[in-house]
């Protein structure tokens, strides 16, 4: 069970972090990724992590503003999100598999945690 938490009402340029933890099950073998799905949109691809947290990788309307993070003694994953706009409003899923841009890598998924950023 992956949950994920963190999601709420922001202005537009401020700042949210996201959580997902594992119950029941470890994260620390896994890399772990970050989707979200806005209204009437695809789900996408937002930033994913390797097992050890040595390598990470973010699509291009994050980067640089968007940072992908874990403690594996905790077992969580984390998604600290600054300068936000209102384009990232959506639904974010934490995903566990292996490190990837796509959600097929993924096979174990969070219920979703909601994020709005007024503009």
């Known amino acids: 069970q992956l949950q994920a938490s963190g999601g709420g009402l922001v202005q537009a340029g401020g700042s949210l972090r996201l959580s997902c933890a594992g119950s029941?099950?470890?994260?620390?073998?896994?890399?772990m990724g970050w989707f979200r799905q806005a209204p009437g949109k695809e789900c996408e691809f937002v930033a994913t992590?390797?097992?050890?947290?040595?390598?990470?990788y973010y699509a291009d309307s994050v980067k640089g503003r968007f940072t992908i993070s874990r403690d594996n003694a905790k077992n969580t994953v984390y998604l600290q999100m600054n300068s936000l706009k209102s384009e990232d409003t959506a639904v974010y899923y934490c995903?566990?598999?292996?490190?990837?841009?796509?959600?097929?890598?993924?096979?174990?998924w969070g219920q979703g945690t909601l994020v709005t950023v007024s503009s």
């Open positions: 995903a566990a598999g292996i490190i990837g841009t796509t959600a097929y890598q993924y096979a174990y």
């Open positions: 029941g099950r470890t994260l620390n073998n896994y890399g």
């Open positions: 992590i390797s097992w050890s947290g040595s390598s990470t």
